[in-house]
């Protein structure tokens, strides 16, 4: 097995990174190409259509389908207005923890896997080891969405997919999507005097957020029969209005900035049917009447698939065996699980760390989870094997 200090040592470089989601993370790509080729991988870069982000997807051994696919996402959140003990792009060890800025999320993850490269490669025969590292996944799963169309596109189809996300090692088959918005409105500016002669942009930003207020109730009647999530139904967040300029000015813009985490398909087409019938019926005509240029639109900042438990599934089966696990659990947070099992692929999320700890100031990983991540890996070399 690939030693524990090594893996530690891979962490520290992968830290050094700083690939917040708005920069680029082509260094860190370039650097774990380097990694996974010494290892005897064959590696791919796909870039985004910028060029300043990349994901990377390598395979050792044969060419065919069934492979296993190791995924992380190499993007952290900012550390702006975060009071940190220490620097988070530089990782320190204490008591027993690594501390960073994607330490648990999620590069923790990707330095196991990667440090275990060489070992799986000696033991791989007739089934391949994929890795797959992908961009912006904290800001709607893009690299993930434009990987997977990718793989679809190549008819490359392996079979079973363990995504790394923080789950302290325990085996999470299902969880809510995630569908972010931002919706603008254009009204027509005007004094705030005559209130009449324009068209208030907040107001009518208000009345749609009354709107997913409403929504929001009725989707608790929606949850379906023996939902596991907590909460069980389909959520709505508004996480944002912002507009006007000043008291007395009537605000000619407005934008409202929520999400959905769906438990089920049919209640995102639920929301979105009723928020477009809202609109054309009762917001735009009103606005209209008033200002034919009124306007209101919808942007799609991501949706992102739920992960769904299946009754049969290889992903959950195999790792309740690496890891001696004797439960499966779901999860209200959401990951790339999804858009892989959209694949075709069988799918679960695990990987060392607590996501209480992602996404906060001075975040770390326990030493121990490492250790326990990379016996799974070993294991799975072990499987490889056969």
Same mark, same amino acid.
């Given at each position: 097995? %690939?030693?524990?200090?090594?893996?530690?040592?891979?962490?520290?470089?992968?830290?050094?990174?700083?690939?917040?989601?708005?920069?680029?993370?082509? $260094?860190?790509?370039?650097?774990?190409?380097?990694?996974?080729?010494?290892?005897?991988?064959?590696?791919?870069?796909?870039?985004?259509?910028?060029?300043?982000? +990349?994901?990377?997807?390598?395979?050792?051994?044969?060419?065919?389908?069934?492979?296993?696919?190791?995924?992380?996402?190499?993007?952290?959140?900012?550390?702006?207005?975060?009071?940190?003990?220490?620097?988070?792009?530089?990782?320190?060890?204490?008591?027993?923890?690594?501390?960073?800025?994607?330490?648990?999320?999620?590069?923790?993850?990707?330095?196991?896997?990667? *440090?275990? *490269?060489?070992?799986?490669?000696?033991?791989?025969?007739? =089934?391949?080891?994929?890795? %797959?590292?992908?961009?912006?996944?904290?800001?709607?799963?893009?690299? %993930?969405?434009?990987?997977?169309?990718?793989?679809?596109? =190549?008819?490359?189809?392996?079979?079973?997919?363990?995504?790394?996300?923080?789950?302290?090692?325990?085996?999470?088959?299902?969880?809510? #999507?995630?569908?972010?918005?931002?919706?603008?409105?254009? @009204?027509?500016? @005007?004094?705030?005097? +005559?209130?009449?002669? $324009?068209?208030?942009?907040?107001?009518?930003?208000?009345?749609?957020?009354?709107?997913?207020?409403?929504?929001?109730?009725?989707?608790?009647?929606?949850?379906?029969?023996?939902?596991?999530?907590?909460?069980?139904?389909?959520?709505?967040?508004?996480?944002?209005?912002? @507009?006007?300029?000043?008291?007395?000015?009537?605000?000619?813009?407005?934008?409202?900035?929520?999400?959905?985490?769906?438990?089920?398909?049919?209640?995102?087409?639920?929301?979105?049917?009723?928020?477009?019938?809202?609109?054309?019926?009762?917001?735009?005509?009103?606005?209209?009447?008033?200002?034919?240029?009124?306007?209101?639109?919808?942007?799609?900042?991501?949706?992102?698939?739920?992960?769904?438990?299946?009754?049969?599934?290889?992903?959950?089966?195999?790792?309740?065996?690496?890891?001696?696990?004797?439960?499966?659990?779901?999860?209200?947070? #959401?990951?790339?699980?999804?858009?892989?099992?959209?694949?075709?692929?069988?799918?679960?999320?695990?990987?060392? #760390?607590?996501?209480?700890?992602?996404?906060?100031?001075?975040?770390?990983?326990?030493?121990?989870?490492?250790?326990?991540?990379?016996?799974?890996?070993? =294991?799975? @070399?072990?499987?490889?094997? =056969?």
């Amino acid at each position: 097995m %690939a030693p524990l200090d090594d893996t530690i040592s891979l962490l520290r470089d992968l830290i050094a990174f700083p690939t917040i989601s708005t920069d680029t993370n082509l $260094g860190m790509i370039a650097f774990l190409t380097e990694q996974l080729e010494a290892a005897g991988a064959r590696c791919e870069l796909f870039l985004d259509h910028t060029g300043t982000k +990349g994901n990377l997807f390598a395979t050792i051994g044969p060419e065919v389908d069934g492979g296993i696919v190791l995924s992380g996402h190499t993007d952290v959140v900012p550390v702006a207005d975060q009071d940190w003990s220490t620097d988070p792009f530089e990782m320190a060890i204490d008591a027993g923890r690594l501390y960073g800025r994607g330490t648990c999320d999620m590069k923790g993850f990707i330095a196991a896997a990667v *440090a275990m *490269a060489p070992e799986l490669a000696k033991k791989v025969r007739d =089934r391949p080891i994929h890795f %797959a590292f992908t961009h912006d996944e904290e800001v709607g799963c893009l690299g %993930a969405q434009a990987l997977v169309e990718a793989l679809r596109h =190549r008819g490359i189809r392996p079979g079973i997919a363990i995504i790394g996300e923080p789950t302290e090692m325990r085996i999470i088959e299902g969880h809510k #999507g995630c569908c972010e918005y931002s919706t603008h409105f254009t @009204g027509l500016e @005007g004094h705030g005097s +005559g209130p009449d002669s $324009g068209v208030n942009a907040v107001e009518y930003a208000v009345r749609y957020v009354g709107r997913l207020l409403q929504l929001k109730e009725q989707l608790k009647a929606r949850v379906p029969k023996g939902s596991r999530f907590d909460p069980p139904w389909t959520t709505i967040n508004t996480g944002a209005l912002i @507009g006007g300029v000043a008291h007395n000015v009537i605000p000619g813009k407005a934008q409202v900035d929520w999400e959905m985490r769906p438990v089920q398909a049919g209640d995102a087409e639920f929301v979105k049917a009723d928020l477009e019938a809202f609109i054309a019926d009762e917001l735009l005509p009103a606005m209209r009447a008033v200002s034919p240029d009124a306007e209101i639109v919808t942007e799609v900042i991501g949706e992102v698939a739920g992960l769904e438990p299946m009754e049969e599934s290889a992903a959950r089966d195999l790792v309740t065996e690496l890891t001696g696990g004797n439960s499966v659990d779901v999860v209200p947070f #959401g990951t790339e699980a999804g858009l892989f099992q959209q694949l075709g692929m069988s799918v679960v999320v695990c990987g060392p #760390g607590s996501i209480a700890q992602a996404h906060k100031p001075d975040e770390f990983i326990d030493i121990a989870q490492l250790g326990q991540c990379l016996d799974m890996l070993d =294991r799975l @070399g072990d499987r490889l094997g =056969r």
